[in-house]
């Protein structure tokens, strides 16, 4: 048994839905989360400077002596995943192969679409990760950009979400998906809404709930997991405002949000 933290980290908030959902499924492991605000989106940004701000975070979690490492950040996951096992002495888990993984599953060879950021899309990651598994499988790939912000704003059924999400479902509606990849954290808190869009027939998968499963397994296997009667301490820990991070997570995760540090890097 080990009582040492999960470390957790995202290029910002989105990552708390990632967070949440391992709080739920392993209710005695203690965390230690990292969102770079300071240098969020990642989106837009380079796989090689992706890779590096990735890197340096890595360092930074092994120093606080953390068992296994969460990327709760899908451009991270496509980008950095493969770069980070390489030189991690602790398992690193993402979060695209355990959304591929249930997206294969639930949409039972329909068609499966992936919306996440522009980075993300562009990588190509989710398409590549359903194929290894399907070979066959039919992907529809969107970016949704302006999705991010709305959900920073709070703005879950604001009827400019509405309309933009009308606008971004269009194409994956008129493509009959089965299943559709929430391929960025912060999209879940839209799960209603994007329900609604593409009618009660399509299979929403949640990538943070899919890797929360994973987790639960590597800890298992690696025997890491922490006693059952442990009492878990959960830490956050931002490169830059505070303040921000505090008002806008505990949209994310509630009561468990009363304070973070900041560590700037880079």
């Known amino acids: 048994m080990n009582r040492s933290p999960i470390g957790i980290f995202d290029s910002g908030i989105g990552g708390l839905t990632v967070a949440r959902a391992i709080y739920d499924r392993l209710p005695h492991e203690s965390t230690v989360y990292f969102g770079d605000t300071a240098r969020v989106p990642y989106g837009p940004k380079s796989p090689e400077t992706v890779r590096r701000y990735s890197r340096e975070i890595l360092d930074w979690l092994l120093a606080e002596r953390v068992k296994a490492v ?20 602790v398992p690193v888990i993402g979060v695209i192969e355990p959304g591929a993984r249930a997206a ?4 039972a060879g329909g068609t499966i679409g992936v919306i996440g950021t522009a980075g993300t899309i562009a990588s ?21 950009p302006l999705f991010v ?7 879950f059924e604001h009827p400019a979400a509405r309309l933009i ?33 593409l009618g009660p027939g399509v299979m929403l998968i ?8 994973v987790v639960e397994e ?12 442990a009492t878990p301490e959960h830490r956050f820990v931002v490169s830059d405002d505070a303040a921000r991070f505090r008002a806008v997570g505990s949209r994310f995760i509630g009561e468990r949000l009363t304070e973070a540090e900041i560590v700037p890097l880079g």
């Open 104 to 107: 294969v599953a639930a949409a």
């Open 149 to 155: 912000p709305l959900v920073e704003e709070g703005w």
């Open 206 to 213: 949640d990538s943070g709930a899919e890797t929360a499963h």
């Open 218 to 229: 590597v800890l298992r296997r690696e025997g890491l997991a922490a006693e059952a009667d």
């Open 165 to 197: 999400a009308a606008e971004y479902m269009a194409p994956l509606r008129d493509a009959g998906i089965s299943a559709l990849v929430l391929g960025c954290t912060h999209y879940p808190l839209l799960r209603p809404l994007l329900q609604e869009e």
């Open 70 to 89: 969460v990327i709760a950040c899908n451009t991270s996951t496509a980008h950095a995943l493969e770069a980070l096992r390489e030189v991690s002495p």
């Open 124 to 144: 190509n990651a989710y398409a590549r990760a359903i194929r290894n598994r399907a070979p066959d499988a039919r992907v529809e790939q969107q970016a949704c």
